[in-house]
């Protein structure tokens, strides 16, 4: 005979792995320090490439007005203040990106321990019924 509640509690589990269990799964296969280190990395390999486009549109749109006073000094003082910028960018998204991904594996983390915490009381619950045979 059919019991119930492990179909339900199959049809919940089956439904988790199909969506956001999916990505836990994945998640949680990492350490967290090793999560958060991959992800920050590639923040900042995205945060460059950013920045880079970012200032380089700007270069291309004020050619003008950057060439008419085209000094040495200028052209030291413009390269300081765009690798400065950068670094303060680049150090908040580091620190943004930190704490989210850690956040993200944690609750990655407390979703998988319910999911084999509703495994195992699975498991049992077939364990009584194949006893009960």
Same mark, same amino acid.
């Given at each position: 005979?059919? +019991?119930?509640?492990? &179909? /339900?509690? %199959?049809?919940?589990?089956?439904?988790? #792995?199909?969506?956001?269990?999916?990505?836990?799964?994945k998640i949680s296969t990492y350490y967290k320090k090793d999560y958060v280190s991959l992800?920050?990395?590639?923040?900042?390999?995205?945060?460059? @490439?950013?920045?880079?486009?970012?200032?380089? @549109?700007? &270069?291309?749109?004020?050619?003008?007005?950057? @060439?008419?006073? @085209?000094?040495?000094?200028?052209?030291?003082?413009?390269?300081? &203040?765009?690798?400065?910028?950068?670094?303060?960018?680049?150090?908040?998204?580091?620190?943004?990106?930190?704490?989210?991904?850690?956040?993200?594996?944690?609750?990655?983390?407390?979703?998988? /321990?319910?999911?084999?915490? +509703?495994?195992?009381?699975? #498991? /049992?619950? %077939?364990?009584?019924?194949?006893?009960?045979?």
């Amino acid at each position: 005979m059919l +019991d119930k509640n492990r &179909i /339900k509690l %199959m049809i919940k589990m089956s439904s988790y #792995e199909q969506s956001a269990g999916k990505e836990y799964l994945k998640i949680s296969t990492y350490y967290k320090k090793d999560y958060v280190s991959l992800n920050t990395l590639i923040t900042v390999l995205w945060v460059t @490439l950013g920045y880079m486009l970012s200032v380089g @549109l700007f &270069i291309v749109v004020t050619m003008d007005s950057l @060439l008419q006073d @085209l000094t040495f000094q200028r052209i030291i003082n413009t390269g300081a &203040i765009i690798a400065g910028a950068y670094f303060v960018v680049l150090i908040i998204f580091c620190i943004v990106a930190a704490i989210f991904y850690s956040n993200k594996h944690k609750k990655a983390k407390q979703h998988i /321990k319910r999911y084999y915490h +509703d495994l195992s009381h699975l #498991e /049992k619950m %077939m364990s009584k019924e194949t006893k009960r045979r």
